[in-house]
């Protein structure tokens, strides 16, 4: 994918001491120069200097992914400082819980910014360099609740329902061009530090790990045209579904 005697550029949106940081980690240390994205500079930076330490090359560039001038600044100063991008790993989520009497209209829109128009917005600032190139690899993290809703998920389930359809959309469209599009269920809790501390009682079987999360992402973005995967789910062996 990369230009000759250039390192391969992937951008993680998201970037937090979970699935996100896992991610930067797995392709900074895989060869790839790196940009990781998020509201917060604190770790995107603390991890930026990490990564450099280790003689690989990131950046840290703060974004809100809910707002598609920041997303546009974002990306345009990526291509800047390393390139064109090969890799576009949209981790970016979140959205408040709660049932249709609970939740807000407000509350309602920031669910879908960051989790379906952040996408579309990274999406088309990566696309234009990926077409041209003939290939490239867009990743979506998404979640069980982009497959069945819950009760509490009336913010959050509709979010990650139009990221998913935008990643079919967007499979469809740019496969055929050479660029393979997948969206990634993470079906379970991932092991953050705020999670255990939120609930203690949690044991290390009911977790998804960060880094084993990534390296199915890592697998997804090597594997041959012939045999690309859509869609698949990600869960603790444990796991009811």
């Given at each position: ?14 970037v937090g001491p979970g699935l996100g940081g896992a991610l930067a980690r797995r392709f900074a ?75 807000g209209a407000e509350q309602f829109e920031q669910a879908w910014r960051v989790n379906a128009l ?124």
């Open positions: 994918m990369a230009q000759p005697n250039k390192s391969p550029v992937a951008v993680v949106t998201g240390r895989g060869g790839y120069a790196v940009a990781m994205m998020a509201r917060s500079r604190g770790f995107i930076e603390e991890l930026s200097a990490e990564l450099t330490a280790e003689g690989a090359r990131a950046i840290a560039v703060s974004a809100d992914m809910g707002a598609v001038e920041q997303v546009n600044a974002a990306f345009a100063a990526v291509r800047a400082e390393l390139g064109p991008v090969d890799v576009l790993l949209y981790n970016a989520g979140g959205a408040a819980w709660g049932n249709v009497a609970e939740i952040g996408a579309f917005a990274s999406a088309k600032a990566v696309a234009p360099d990926m077409i041209a190139r003939g290939s490239g690899v867009m990743l979506f993290t998404g979640a069980t609740a982009g497959v069945k809703a819950g009760p509490r998920s009336a913010a959050f389930g509709p979010a990650k329902f139009a990221m998913r359809g935008l990643a079919q959309s967007l499979a469809r469209d740019l496969g055929p061009r050479g660029i393979h599009v997948a969206w990634i269920n993470v079906d379970g809790i991932i092991d953050i530090p705020h999670i255990r501390a939120r609930m203690p009682n949690l044991k290390d079987d009911d977790v998804l790990k960060p880094a084993a999360i990534a390296e199915t992402y890592w697998h997804l973005a090597h594997q041959d045209r012939s045999a690309w995967t859509m869609e698949l789910e990600v869960r603790p062996f444990k796991e009811k579904f």
